[in-house]
């Protein structure tokens, strides 16, 4: 038997992921970055990608590449159940 996860419905908002991960800023003040600010050997699970949808920005776990607005680099990591969860506003 599926073991069922606790999964959020909607977007947690940024002061959380604030909170949990730590974004880390670049040298002029923005947790927004491209991906080529990202260094190459980064492990995924601190990377967060900020996702365009209709105007509005979500920052979901690891790379995306459709709808990619930038990447956020953060100081904690993600955990294994994030990739269920519906992501954060930004």
Do not use: H
């Not at 949990?20 to 080529?36: C, F, H, M, S």
């Not at 600010?37 to 790379?63: E, M, S």
């Not at 607005?69 to 955990?79: I, S």
């Amino acid at each position: 038997m599926a073991r069922l996860i606790n999964q959020r419905v909607r977007a947690g908002t940024y002061s959380v992921f604030e909170r949990r991960y730590k974004p880390i800023e670049t040298a002029n003040g923005e947790v927004l970055r491209d991906w080529q600010d990202i260094p190459p050997d980064t492990n995924a699970r601190y990377i967060w990608t900020a996702l365009d949808c209709d105007g509005k920005l979500y920052l979901v776990p690891g790379y995306a590449v459709v709808n990619c607005f930038a990447r956020v680099l953060c100081a904690e990591p993600w955990g294994s159940n994030e990739t269920f969860n519906t992501g954060y506003l930004y």
